[in-house]
């Protein structure tokens, strides 16, 4: 799977100057709508916040993976997010998050596509040259270039 071409520029952002949770997801929503993956923003923001009462999705390392299966999306897409100030995520590791990948899948997906999508984005995030490469981006060719080494 190319994760970087789930990736719409609509749904990227350096930085992102909102530091609420809630907040972050929604706007990275509206990208995500924008890029025509979403055509119901507020279901999928309350299937991600859904899923966010049930565990924390901030996996550490200062990285967050929101996701959600909602029937307000059309198709799978990733909204990423360097964000201008850290936020909390009630992390893993209790430390606040600077980078947020948001995954955005139909409900009615048989399979696990979200899972395969996580998996690829957890197996690099885990390397700090990735991560640092992610924040050191500073346009969205960079962060493609970055994505395509997944």
Known sequence: MNV??????????IPLEVSDKTEIIKAMAKGLADAGVVTDVDAYVQAVLTREESGSTGVGFGVAIPHGKSAGVVKAGIAYAKLANPSDWQSLDGEPVNIVFMIAVPEANVGNEHL???????????HEDF?????????????HEVLKTL
């Open 116 to 126: 395969q999508i996580l998996v690829s984005l957890s197996r690099k995030l885990i």
């Open 4 to 13: 970087h071409e789930l990736l719409d520029n609509k749904a990227v952002f």
């Open 131 to 143: 991560r640092n490469s992610l924040l050191a981006a500073q346009s969205l060719e960079q962060v």
